[in-house]
């Protein structure tokens, strides 16, 4: 984990503030280590969703109601040989807006590039997958309120075969109140897949309401996301989910091209307030990209204009993996 997050001392910090841990106890994959301090809180059913099926179960909660300025919040997870984990939340996580008074006093103690850090909201996860095991990350979207500074940093390093399937998404933020929509500072968003420890998947995005480098500095972030509201990425990556990659990959293709014979993703470009609920084509823009041998995966990079489409696709695209989870994911409480 230090290697992962060499030269981030924030990153190490916030997954030391959890660690679960899943092993095999009598036959099956067993929760053996589970310990939290605030803000996090780890939640794991003493009954299985499914008895029969060989997988824990963990919800990972924010203790009061969100993450303010400052805030660290993390976890390090490992899923031994042959287990399976499905990890979830018990809700949209919020960050709320950055204090810009603490920013004004600590940023005149630093100097060069750790300068803009100071204040920031960090989240971060490290998880290591063993040989025939499967860890599913399925987080609910992360909200990020006006003027906050959020960023997260994943790493899952697994066995050349271990399986993850990781969700990873985010929202313009309180679109009914006000401005707030995309009115963040910035959201810098991360997330690595390495198989043994060689990086196969770098997923970043960053998200800013202003850059100096940008051709576009003088436009909000809000008009540059169009009328998208929900940016989201799915990788599914290993030979336990192999046919659920080639499944999600082909529907992926197939929609883009029905999307290119219907104005490709001219709706992004489009303003929000265009968006008319009847077109089939403003709901949901979605890429996919494979892996390189011999890695079977592949990655899904979706824009949408509201959360529930991505959410019902998510349904959809990994209801296979109930099998091994289980539970249908984004479904196991009865469709909340």
């Given at each position: 984990m230090h290697r992962a997050f060499a030269g981030d001392?924030?990153?190490?910090?916030?997954?030391?503030?959890?660690?679960l841990d899943v092993t095999r106890a009598a036959g099956t994959s067993t929760v053996t280590r589970c310990y939290a301090e605030y803000p996090v809180k780890i939640l794991t059913p003493k009954r299985g969703i499914d008895s029969a099926c060989d997988c824990a179960w963990a919800y990972a909660?924010?203790?009061?109601?969100?993450?303010?300025?400052?805030?660290?919040?993390?976890?390090?997870?490992?899923?031994?040989?042959?287990?399976?984990?499905?990890?979830?939340t018990q809700g949209t996580q919020k960050v709320y807006k950055h204090d810009t008074r603490r920013w004004n006093d600590d940023v005149k103690t630093r100097e060069g590039d750790d300068a803009w850090k100071v204040g920031e909201t960090t989240s971060a996860l490290y998880a290591s997958v063993g040989q025939g095991g499967l860890l599913a990350l399925l987080p609910d979207p992360t909200q990020v309120f006006a003027d906050a500074?959020?960023?997260q940093t994943q790493t899952i390093d697994m066995h050349e075969n271990g399986s993850c399937v990781c969700v990873d998404w985010i929202t313009a933020g309180r679109i009914g109140y006000g401005n707030?929509?995309?009115?963040?500072?910035?959201?810098?968003?991360?997330?690595?897949?390495?198989?043994?420890?060689?990086?196969?998947?770098?997923?970043?995005?960053r998200l800013e309401a202003s850059s100096r480098v940008s051709l576009n500095s003088d436009v909000s972030l809000g008009m540059r996301m169009g009328a998208?509201?929900?940016?989201?990425?799915?990788?599914?990556?290993?030979?336990?989910?192999?046919?659920?990659?080639?499944?999600?990959?082909?529907?992926a293709r197939a929609l883009a091209t029905r999307h290119m014979a219907h104005g490709g993703a001219s709706w992004v470009r489009a303003s929000a307030d265009d968006l008319t609920q009847t077109d089939p084509q403003s709901k949901?823009?979605?890429?996919?990209?494979?892996?390189?041998?011999?890695?079977?995966?592949?990655?899904?990079?979706?824009?949408?204009a509201d959360t529930e489409s991505?959410?019902?696709?998510?349904?959809?695209?990994?209801a296979p993996l109930a099998s091994q989870l289980g539970a249908p994911p984004y479904d196991e409480r009865g469709g909340s």
């Amino acid at each position: 984990m230090h290697r992962a997050f060499a030269g981030d001392p924030a990153a190490r910090r916030a997954c030391a503030i959890a660690a679960l841990d899943v092993t095999r106890a009598a036959g099956t994959s067993t929760v053996t280590r589970c310990y939290a301090e605030y803000p996090v809180k780890i939640l794991t059913p003493k009954r299985g969703i499914d008895s029969a099926c060989d997988c824990a179960w963990a919800y990972a909660v924010n203790m009061g109601g969100g993450l303010v300025s400052g805030d660290a919040s993390g976890a390090t997870i490992r899923v031994d040989d042959e287990c399976a984990l499905a990890m979830a939340t018990q809700g949209t996580q919020k960050v709320y807006k950055h204090d810009t008074r603490r920013w004004n006093d600590d940023v005149k103690t630093r100097e060069g590039d750790d300068a803009w850090k100071v204040g920031e909201t960090t989240s971060a996860l490290y998880a290591s997958v063993g040989q025939g095991g499967l860890l599913a990350l399925l987080p609910d979207p992360t909200q990020v309120f006006a003027d906050a500074v959020f960023r997260q940093t994943q790493t899952i390093d697994m066995h050349e075969n271990g399986s993850c399937v990781c969700v990873d998404w985010i929202t313009a933020g309180r679109i009914g109140y006000g401005n707030e929509r995309w009115a963040f500072e910035r959201a810098d968003v991360r997330t690595r897949v390495t198989v043994n420890g060689e990086p196969v998947v770098v997923e970043a995005t960053r998200l800013e309401a202003s850059s100096r480098v940008s051709l576009n500095s003088d436009v909000s972030l809000g008009m540059r996301m169009g009328a998208a509201n929900v940016f989201a990425s799915l990788i599914i990556i290993g030979p336990r989910v192999r046919e659920l990659a080639k499944s999600c990959g082909d529907w992926a293709r197939a929609l883009a091209t029905r999307h290119m014979a219907h104005g490709g993703a001219s709706w992004v470009r489009a303003s929000a307030d265009d968006l008319t609920q009847t077109d089939p084509q403003s709901k949901l823009f979605v890429s996919a990209s494979d892996l390189p041998l011999p890695h079977p995966g592949v990655v899904l990079r979706f824009f949408a204009a509201d959360t529930e489409s991505v959410q019902d696709v998510l349904r959809s695209l990994l209801a296979p993996l109930a099998s091994q989870l289980g539970a249908p994911p984004y479904d196991e409480r009865g469709g909340s």
